[in-house]
């Protein structure tokens, strides 16, 4: 379904206006702290850049299903509380880079490689993964905490931004206590596909999708019944989502997703995707990938297990579930536009958006 109202391009470039206009006010307020403060503006400028912004789309759209297309003033603040979201996600990409000891991030070094490297070339003392370490902890709650900021000062009165940050607190501590999961499950060094899930919905799923539309909505002054029909659209979209995501991070060109070649099974994910292939899979298959998971992998060991997970069914069956979860989103959300009244044009770009969010590219 195509809509002429709705320019991804141009409000990808809108929100990334948002993010750089707020990123100045910090720059002026941050400027007494000197060079290293400027250093960690820097970084932070460069982590906020890019990206395909789903997460601000589906909170837009989320306002926009509930009170229609915004215009004036409320479209520059639905912009900024769209922005914050975008900050929280930079936040987690931070973390999540330090705690996998990824080297890159949409192609260049992960932040805190880049500090590292900063510290190694400038032959500084003490550790150079350590000062790195700092500065990607540090970077990350920074960001965290100008998403907050930039909700709270959105320019909605205090009973729309209330109820958004009720909604944006409980996104916070899905993600965080799904964050832990994962690197319980990664350290543990097993779990079933129902364990899997349950990582995949926390740390990503809904604070991707469900959580982004949820604050948008609640911006409109939607209640708590509207809220639960609209999860009923962004919970199964975001795994969908999630899954399309674990399925690239094992068979996604590189070109495309910014990082090396099966970098899931380098970092040892368990993923849903990697769940169902060492169930399926003959035992000495199924041995072999979850020895190789989380070692460092040739381009033909990498190919030797994308082999292994193709060859039992696992992908087909996760391409299955992205397809049936998509479904039952959109089936839902053409529910709520019939049932619950939501915006028309709202509901064309809902759709739109959950063909984009799970039918990227590899």
């Not at 520059?76 to 991030?105: C, G, P, Q, W």
């Not at 740390?203 to 469900?210: T, V």
Request: net charge negative.
């Amino acid at each position: 379904m195509t809509n002429p109202a709705w320019d991804p391009t141009a409000f990808r470039a809108e929100v990334q206006a948002t993010l750089d206009s707020f990123l100045a006010t910090q720059k002026d307020r941050l400027a007494p702290l000197g060079d290293d403060a400027a250093r960690l503006l820097a970084e932070a400028r460069v982590t906020v850049s890019g990206g395909k912004r789903f997460r601000a789309a589906f909170c837009h759209w989320g306002f926009a299903a509930i009170a229609g297309a915004p215009s004036g003033a409320d479209a520059e603040s639905v912009r900024r509380a769209a922005a914050a979201l975008e900050l929280l996600h930079a936040s987690a990409l931070v973390h999540d880079d330090l705690m996998d000891a990824s080297d890159t991030r949409r192609g260049r070094a992960a932040t805190h490689r880049a500090f590292e490297a900063e510290h190694r070339s400038d032959g500084w003392r003490g550790d150079p993964r350590q000062y790195g370490a700092a500065a990607a902890i540090l970077l990350g709650d920074l960001l965290l905490s100008w998403a907050d900021e930039l909700i709270r000062h959105s320019g909605f009165g205090w009973d729309r931004v209330g109820p958004a940050l009720d909604v944006f607190d409980l996104c916070r501590s899905e993600v965080i206590a799904g964050q832990f999961l994962d690197v319980s499950v990664q350290a543990r060094g097993r779990a079933s596909v129902e364990q899997a899930m349950t990582v995949l919905r926390y740390k990503s799923a809904k604070y991707s999708i469900e959580r982004p539309i949820h604050v948008g909505a609640a911006l409109a002054g939607a209640d708590a019944a509207t809220l639960d029909l609209l999860t009923a659209f962004g919970l199964p979209l975001g795994e969908a989502f999630q899954l399309r995501d674990d399925v690239l991070g094992v068979f996604g060109d590189p070109a495309t997703t910014g990082k090396p070649a099966g970098d899931d099974l380098v970092e040892g994910k368990r993923t849903v995707l990697v769940a169902r292939a060492l169930d399926a899979a003959p035992a000495a298959d199924a041995e072999r990938l979850d020895a190789a998971l989380g070692t460092a992998l040739s381009e033909t060991e990498v190919a030797e297990l994308r082999a292994i997970i193709d060859g039992c069914g696992a992908r087909a069956q996760v391409e299955t579930m992205i397809d049936d979860l998509a479904t039952q989103a959109i089936e839902a959300m053409r529910r709520g536009q019939a049932e619950a009244g939501w915006d028309a044009q709202a509901c064309a770009v809902l759709e739109q958006l959950a063909t984009a969010a799970t039918r990227r590219a590899y």
